[in-house]
């Protein structure tokens, strides 16, 4: 039994569809990529996975068990943590206390405790900065600070939209080896990119989605020799 | 650099500018003329600035709840005054009920414990309902929508209550043991005075600590900042948006009993006013920032109380204390004229842009 299953959605914004019968799997410890380009419906995508958009048509399952209808605070305590586009972190509260929201739902001071010092530990530049106002933070520290924040209740699995965005290339790559370490520790992740050469390079399998349609799915290994992808979405003429 | 600061000044700045400038000039001149007649001696100031904490001490506890709402729910509750209403009102009958069979000369301090929970239990409840009854409903509707039905909600929480409790002015029974005054570094301090600045002072520490540095305060911190984001933590948004609102509730019912400590009567038209000037003073420290709101309360019930005397009364108005409120008013366009955020807005400017 696949970790998630996205069964036949369509989504609407009002009267406009937005996502048209997508299906995609995730088994258990992998890394699957989503890639496409501006408005392809890639957020859109994991925001029906996460609840803040509810499909038309369509179930999601997670471990089997169909998750479609709750809300989204309660998405999260069946382990699905989206880190949203545009990192989102609350820019008036302090890194510690972004930590402990991102810890909300789990009632024990001793693992939240230690689920601070884990993040900590991949981030030491929050731990210095953790009791900065998050809204002064840079923006490779705000997408640190996103992703630890995500991680503070051991996400089984881990939706993170284009966290690459907007940074500079040696963040890019601090970003990536932790989506890959946090893979080898056992997290399952959902990964929405734009730059689809990183983002192949990291997964196991990827999605391509343009309009609202699935137009391909394969191996990370295929994706990249395939030429509509190499010219759409790695800039190869 | 003065040339960028030329062009972006209008037309309208300079009037406004000048009609704030106006305003002070008076307040200036008012205030020096009343300082160097001398007719208001030492005791009188002393007086003026402790009833002007006392009430504006009040005006704080109303004013967080206009500011805690508006940080969630980027609205104005104006049925807030009738949130305040809505306990003392009710107290009273509790409060006449332990004045006749003499618990409340006997037992005055676990009297007031009851006339506290009656109050906040009610206000609470109504702030609770009316949020899930009125609001919710309207999430996601043009802003507009919402500010209507709170004006709506208003009257509709003012007529359920003059329905309930008829429309008369109910006096509360006088608590002796608050009755006369004590001596305090040689100040003689009314002693119901000092309840009301000391208990406004305790609920404010508790209700600040509490949203400073509860798990659940942080989450009211977080919605108010993105809904989405704290849905995605697993925070239950609609559920915070509640305890907003009775937070809100519980402070806005101990005002009132407060208020009616103070002043000694209660009616059903009690919540208008004081709802107002709680606003203001939510807008003069910034709305959507607590501590702001707190502040505004404390500045506005002083300037109302000390204001007349100082301000008006050397400009030969007859009789200034008639004016208070415009005076509170008056402030409100100051503050706006000059930093249009309030005291303490800066905050939630950093936070818009
Ligand atoms: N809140 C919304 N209301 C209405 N339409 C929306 C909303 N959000 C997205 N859309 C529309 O849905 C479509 C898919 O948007 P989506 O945000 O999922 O794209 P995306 O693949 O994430 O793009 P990008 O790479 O630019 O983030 C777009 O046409 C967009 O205009
Ligand atoms: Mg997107």
Redesign the pocket.
């Known amino acids: 039994m696949a970790l998630l299953e996205v069964d036949n959605v369509h989504a609407y914004?009002?009267k406009?569809q937005?996502l048209k019968d997508i299906s995609i799997t995730v088994e258990k410890g992998e890394i699957v990529t989503l890639i496409?380009?501006?408005?392809?419906?890639?957020?859109?995508?994991l925001k029906t996975i996460s609840g803040l958009l509810r499909p038309k048509e369509g179930r999601i399952l997670l471990e089997g068990k169909d998750i479609t209808e709750l809300p989204a605070h309660q998405i999260v305590t069946t382990g699905v943590v989206q880190v949203p586009?545009g990192r989102r972190i609350f820019g008036q509260l302090t890194v510690t206390e972004n930590l402990d929201m991102g810890g909300f739902t789990c009632r024990n001071k001793k693992l939240i405790k230690e689920n601070i010092d884990r993040v900590f530990g991949l981030f030491p530049r929050l731990k210095e900065r953790s009791r900065q106002v998050a809204g002064t933070l840079s923006g490779g520290e705000q997408q640190m600070l996103a992703m630890g924040r995500a991680m503070m209740t051991d996400p089984k699995i881990l939706l993170l939209d284009?966290p690459s965005m907007g940074l500079a290339p040696v963040l890019v790559d601090l970003i990536f080896e932790t989506i890959q370490k946090l893979n080898d520790a056992g997290t399952t992740i959902l990964l929405?990119e734009?730059n689809a050469r990183m983002a192949l390079g990291i997964a196991n399998r990827g999605y391509v989605?343009q309009t609202?349609v699935i137009l391909l799915a394969d191996s990370s290994e295929n994706l990249n020799k395939n030429e509509m992808v190499r010219k759409a979405y790695m800039g190869e003429s | 650099m003065f040339q960028r600061w030329k062009d972006s000044i209008t037309p309208t700045d300079i009037v406004m500018w000048m009609i704030g400038g106006s305003m002070l000039l008076m307040i200036v001149w008012g205030s020096v003329a009343t300082l160097v007649e001398g007719k208001y001696t030492g005791r009188h100031w002393v007086d003026f600035v402790i009833f002007g904490l006392a009430q504006g001490s009040i005006y704080a506890l109303i004013a967080t709840g206009y500011t805690m709402v508006y940080g969630v729910l980027r609205m104005i509750n104006f049925a807030h005054g009738e949130v305040f209403m809505s306990g003392p009102f009710t107290a009273y009958y509790a409060a006449a009920a332990m004045y006749r069979t003499d618990f409340l000369d006997n037992h005055p301090f676990m009297a007031l414990m009851v006339i506290f929970l009656v109050a906040m239990s009610v206000s609470t409840t109504i702030a609770f309902f009316l949020e899930k009854v009125a609001y919710r409903p309207l999430r996601g509707a043009p802003r507009l929508i919402p500010l209507i039905t709170a004006i709506g909600a208003s009257f509709f929480l003012q007529y359920l209550f003059r329905g309930l409790y008829g429309s008369g002015v109910q006096a509360y029974p006088v608590i002796k043991v608050l009755e006369g005054q004590w001596m305090i570094f040689g100040i003689r301090i009314l002693k119901f005075q000092v309840v009301v600045i000391l208990a406004a002072i305790l609920l404010m520490v508790g209700l600040y600590s509490f949203i400073m540095l509860t798990r659940v305060g942080k989450a009211i911190r977080a919605v108010s900042e993105d809904k989405e984001a704290s849905a995605l933590m697993g925070i239950n948004v609609d559920g915070m948006i509640s305890t907003t609102f009775v937070i809100g509730g519980m402070a806005a019912g101990a005002a009132g009993v407060l208020y009616a400590l103070m002043f000694k009567q209660v009616h059903f038209f009690m919540g208008f006013i004081p709802g107002i000037k709680a606003f203001t003073a939510a807008v003069l420290g910034g709305i959507g920032n607590i501590p702001g709101a707190m502040l505004g309360g404390i500045f506005l019930g002083l300037i109302e109380s000390v204001g007349p005397s100082l301000f008006l009364d050397g400009l030969g108005i007859p009789a200034p204390y008639q004016l208070k409120d415009a005076i509170a008013f008056t402030m409100l366009v100051l503050v706006l004229i000059f930093r249009p955020t309030g005291i303490m807005g800066e905050r939630l400017a950093v936070k818009k842009a």
């Not at chain 1, 496409?36 to 995508?45: F, I």
Request: charge should be negative; aromatic fraction near 4%; avoid cysteine.
């Open positions: 914004y009002g406009i937005a496409g380009g501006n408005g392809a419906g890639k957020s859109t995508t586009e284009e929405v734009q989605l609202g």
